[in-house]
């Protein structure tokens, strides 16, 4: 290959890291390739999942009013499940939708989303060449200088690993090493596809308006839990289980999930519908402290699920919108470093901190020993579940003090009010 | 159309592939997964692609994989002789994501 063909950059990876990074040095005027190993961008990518718009804004202004969104985000809900028994948290915010600005988040479906997000960096100017997987990086003189896919050599100034949590590039670059099966949870979902109405109706919602929801206490113990997201004409309902104790609980990830689905309180709001897709995927479980420890070397940075930003609040899950804006932060820094290709990767950190990333995976790093927590998986909404149980019942008896059945189920739950304190301190201190 | 429990075979017929007939892109030893007391793989693949012959070995079948890299992180005897994604076009091609 001449030196003409040589790029300002190549990409591996159209996903939204990948592309929203396409998208700013295209409009830059940098020559870009993105290379997508999938026959379309997206057709190897799941989320939950749901964008929250800013990031989209920080690409383009308006630009969310194009894309290819589901429903807007008004009900954010919390479902902690013991049993056959279910308590549902329903936050519905409409202000979350406010007139004449993008709403906060979108409920969205990638496989559309990354090829829509794809298209319009082509419409940049970048090059986007499916169906191509990169075999390797090439190195010359301790510099990424380009990649190889099949007999293709590729060279370029720089080149960014866009290519998700399972990072050969990043692997192969020796930033990092195999992933810890701790730092990762697996996520599975089906995609069901119900009538519009049916789901506005079901979930209460206006037309247009989505419902995010979390789902506690239906994994069996194990570290993880279950999502639900309303689309357009289908629901994402998933979970994500941290492998190790998922094959110590010696079940498997399907089963679990298939008791989910047909839980007394779930398969109701799917009922009638039809499954179009079964999908799985890692995902980083270890927030801040998961990100990998260099993110660049000379001509090459790493960003989006391959440099590990990915946020877990047990309540929320953020990574597209942290994909996009570190796409962002590598695009500006390639654009900043200029001929000075070396100088890239301190000026990417410079802007992960700038466009308020790194703070951000900071600020939710407390959530990781929460998380780490064993008993929040079953013994809380158990708990919560004894609680509101006694709560409500009513059976000619003389009723229990409210202090009496709180302890009682406490008891019988084997927690202690010590622990349940101690956790909230820990809560309060890290959040 | 009614909501029912599905085998992992039932799932995976929902989705769409480009089996590459020639070349597998994750590969096992048996004899070293017959030494790995705990085959975590049996548990963890959400496609439920290990499993166990009449004869206690391990078989594995590539065509239905969704690609998510569980069993290359939680294989612990490394069993997985050969885990790379397919070749360009191939594989799992998720239509909803």
Known sequence: ???????????????????????????????????????????????????????????????????????????????????????????????????????MSFTVLRAVFDEWLAAKAEEKGAIVACGIKVDQLIEQEGK???????????????????????????????LIRDIPAKTVGVGVKEVIELPEKTIEERFNLQAGEGAARMLLGCTEGIHGGGFLYTNQQSISLGCVFTPEEAAQHKKSVHEIFQDIKMHPAIAPLIAGGETIEYSAHLVSEAGYRGIHKKLYREGFLMIGDAAGFVINTGYSIRGIDLAIVSGIAAARAVITAGDNVAAAGSYYMQELNHLKLMPTMKAADGYFEILETPWIYDKVPNLANDVFNSLFKVSGEVPQSMKNTVMGAMKANGLSLWQLIQLGIKGVKSL | MSIERLSAVELLSKNKFNVDEEEAHIVIDKTICAQCSEKPCLYVCPAVLYKLNKNGEMSFDYAGCLECGTCRVMCKDKGIVKWIYPRGTFGVIYRQG
């Open chain 1, 1 to 103: 290959m001449s030196s003409e063909d040589k790029f300002d950059a190549i990409i591996v990876g159209a996903g939204p890291a990948g592309s929203a990074c396409a998208y700013t040095l295209a409009k830059a005027g940098r020559n870009v390739l993105v290379i997508e190993r999938g026959d379309t961008p997206g057709c190897k990518n799941v989320t939950g999942g749901r964008l929250y718009t800013y990031a989209l804004e920080m690409l383009d202004e308006d630009l969310y009013e194009e894309a290819a969104l589901e429903r807007r985000v008004t009900h954010e809900q919390i479902m902690m499940l013991s049993g056959e028994r279910a308590i549902t948290i329903d936050f519905h915010q409409p202000g979350f939708n406010p007139e004449a600005k993008p709403p």
């Open chain 1, 144 to 174: 990424i200088v380009g990649a190889i896919a099949g007999e293709d050599e590729m060279y370029a100034d720089i080149v960014i690993a866009a290519d998700g949590v399972n990072s050969f590039m990043a692997q192969q670059a020796g």
